[in-house]
């Protein structure tokens, strides 16, 4: 689809939450940031994402909360072993759940809502979230979690060379350093100067939004469509005449 | 797009030519098939091809044009190596040029209409054509050209596993035996039982189609945006305050 | 790599068990087919299974277990909906589980085998199987499971455009009538007539091999690799400095 | 494959030059940068970037000059559009030779260079470069062009996620400004702290490389195997004895 809008989710937006995991500690570490970036830290940020998923979800928009998690024993690992970051996301340890403090239960996901594991910093790389987003129409992606300059900056290159628009939430991602977050944002604006906001505009715009009608129908359906199951299947040499 | 329709020709069509292209003889060749599935054989299937697209030209419908090549040196050619098909499509050859029968000028390609080039029998495997489908917000993918069982047929599950419905328009393909045909028709059959059609269901859909809008901006404008050229790029440190 | 062999398993291969998974009955399905292509059915496959997987496990090749699994509101469904395919693969079924007749416990899986989860019949979709391919240089993947004409074969499709071998063990796999089994044969032997071997082909091959080193390496360290945690930000002779 | 050397080169390197296409004039352009960033601007890099083609070439390593080309009427411009840059790369433009500086004539390539087009910035995007990196068993790529934070920190992404280890030459790219320059180079640093080196590393490791046993081949006998043609087509119902 191309671009048609200025508006600050798109016309057929997603909120894409991307890894807020648990951690063991606080220390600082890339899948479990403090956040120097941000006055108030991971914590306030973590406010942020919980405000931007409320307005999304009673919007009728569709959440996928993303997780970074890796085999314990580095099958899956690759070039991240070539890496700058110590090891992360394993299967097993903390971040294998999502930050306690998010507004979510995981293990009873409100409808339209979405746990999707990757592999890589970028979210559409190797994932089925393409198919979530086709199901629902999605033009747009809304991005926040972190860390600004990684998983959050390679998912916003990820959607625009997929031909989707994104909109990153400023104050809604964070990185360990002040300078790596701002070097995300460069690189974010670069690729699409419309594609980063701040909460107020976010959230504003998700109210006015008039939902999405097949958010709406899982929420009173339980499913994304009632046509499912088998179309006549017209094998084994015969003709398909019923398809004319 | 979850499936909306049992049109003939989807919400949102365009049409792919698979691999119609031109040879230095007329012997049976999987890339110059003479046909012996289709009475008439490849010149009769050539026909109908130009049928469905001259329906689908003046429908303002998006056309692609597709043409599998490789290197001289197979350097592109992988596991096409072990495939049972003897050396075909090089550059250089006759398969360069479409079919001369077709009702298209390559070298003077009439407005939405496009050239592709694969390396492999799914047109979605490694191609920009996704750029061109995303642009013109296909949904569904009509299928004419050869063979039915390899290059139309993993098409249409190159366009299946992508979420795009497809039409394959049965006497418009065709494969060097009756077997390896029915063969390829019961594969489409199973994978989308609505997306075996026969030419006259298409170009009655066709006919009954208000047109791709994108398509007529282009035929009109030359462009399918007028609004091109830079966001403008508020780099190097700027606040994106221009975006609220 | 270049196709370098015709051994009956490749120069480096892995197994891939495609969608042998749990029932809730007995019952003709795509998904836990009783295999009526095939004298004593699904239990005489998944014997067959049994015998590659035990032979693979003590030569030292990697294993992938693979379910096709789906959300149960079809949010990941998309064009399988219009699939002859009834519902199937629901997360919450007996799907979720391996046939408990495998010689598997996926609780505590040995070392170098690992679960999978695709949602389409093509295992090389938008899953991170290349990632664990790549750690194991595998060239070749063997493959046995269900179903012949459509995950087996379009899983040997996607081996096969991302130039990947592949060894199709005949016996190991099945369909639900002996028509379907039969496309899915001819289809996979047209793509690579060297792909299509029989159980005892397969062993003595796997017998004769030497062992992934990988794999070794991963049965006596835990872990593919000892050098992992980040590497020292220092290349070039320089310090990112500017990056802390 | 694992990351197994801190050799400036890899175990197994081909060379992509990125974009180093013509220009209409010498202005500031995201595609024919005056790289500001440079001593000496692109005139220094493009002779940089000579050096290293000349040593990859001795060295018997396979190269592929990269083009982002689009067509005139947008149709595969898709996010692009949502880009800060101006218009760029279209057909018909000075963009669509190599710039004439290089040390290659592009309608008489040399064995083992190939021109590939790609549509957006990461090289790796919906191309065939990946065939042609199998076939030379490439594990590493080096890289060289324009421009620093764009298309060649994209492209190293695109490896990197692909697990490909990568050495961006940092004197051989450039960006129109130093900042843009130390963001792309920071980025790159980030993702792969072994991935940056300079020309006189990268050139030494050359020398001393043993070459790319397929590039001799096809130095030799012009084609990268001469097993090609058909494997017996088995077809049509015959059992594969030969296969075993």
Not at 5 to 21: H, K, Y
Not at 25 to 47: K, L, Q
Not at 195 to 223: H, I, S
Request: proline fraction near 6%; charge should be negative.
């Amino acid at each position: 689809m191309l671009p048609t809008t200025e508006s600050a989710i798109g016309e057929t937006p997603a909120l894409i939450v991307v890894d807020a995991q648990d951690s063991e500690s606080e220390t600082d570490h890339p899948m479990r940031s403090d956040c120097g970036s941000i006055p108030g830290g991971r914590e306030a940020i973590v406010d942020r994402i919980n405000t931007v998923v409320e307005h999304a979800r009673d919007a009728d928009v569709p959440i996928v909360w993303g997780k970074e998690l890796h085999r314990t024993d580095f099958a899956d690992y690759g070039s991240e072993l070539e890496s700058c970051e110590p090891e992360h996301g394993a299967y097993g340890s903390a971040a294998e759940r999502l930050d306690a403090d998010l507004v979510v239960d995981e293990a009873d996901l409100p409808p339209a809502e979405y746990v999707v594991e990757k592999r890589r910093y970028n979210f559409f790389h190797r994932t089925d979230i393409e198919h979530i987003l086709s199901t629902y129409d999605v033009d747009t992606v809304i991005l926040v979690g972190f860390m600004t300059n990684i998983c959050v900056h390679y998912t916003a290159h990820g959607a625009h060379e997929r031909d989707y628009a994104f909109r990153v939430v400023e104050e809604g991602t964070g990185a360990p350093t002040d300078r790596l977050h701002e070097i995300g944002l460069e690189c974010i604006r670069y690729l699409q100067p419309r594609g980063l906001r701040n909460v107020e505009a976010v959230t504003e715009a998700l109210d006015d939004y008039a939902g999405n009608p097949v958010v709406q129908r899982v929420k009173e359906e339980g499913k994304v469509t009632q046509e499912t199951g088998a179309v006549p299947p017209t094998l084994a040499g015969k003709r398909p005449a019923e398809t004319e």
